[in-house]
């Protein structure tokens, strides 16, 4: 099983936007849930927002109405559009899959930088 794959992160002054992608580790159809991940210096890693197969959706508190999580099944990519960002959704994000078997895979993470 090969990991999913994550790009998008990057430094952007408070207000501004990013988006991330995760490619699956294999065909999406077949994965249970993916889910966005972060972590912060110092902190344990929180979820951010998952999709379900049926694209279901949950958001944390903290990004509900600024973050959107969708995914597109012809390229096995899921995405988190990040708009308004703020210093405290620095961190690194990390992938995660959830497969209909129950395993569990987690991208290398991206840094993603909200400052001025």
């Known amino acids: 099983q090969v990991q999913p794959v994550e790009w998008g992160g990057g430094l952007v002054q408070p207000g501004g936007s990013l988006r991330l992608s995760c490619r699956t580790s294999g065909d999406i159809c077949s994965i249970l849930a993916m889910g966005w991940y972060r972590q912060a210096p110092g902190q344990q890693r929180e979820l951010v927002a998952i999709i379900g197969s049926g694209s279901n959706t949950k958001y944390a508190d903290s990004v509900k109405g600024r973050f959107t999580i969708s995914r597109d099944n012809a390229k096995n990519t899921v995405y988190l559009q990040m708009n308004s960002l703020k210093p405290e959704d620095t961190a690194v994000y990390y992938c995660?899959?959830?497969?209909?078997?129950?395993?569990?895979?987690w991208g290398q993470g991206t840094q993603v930088t909200v400052s001025s």
């Open positions: 995660n899959e959830v497969t209909s078997t129950g395993s569990t895979y």
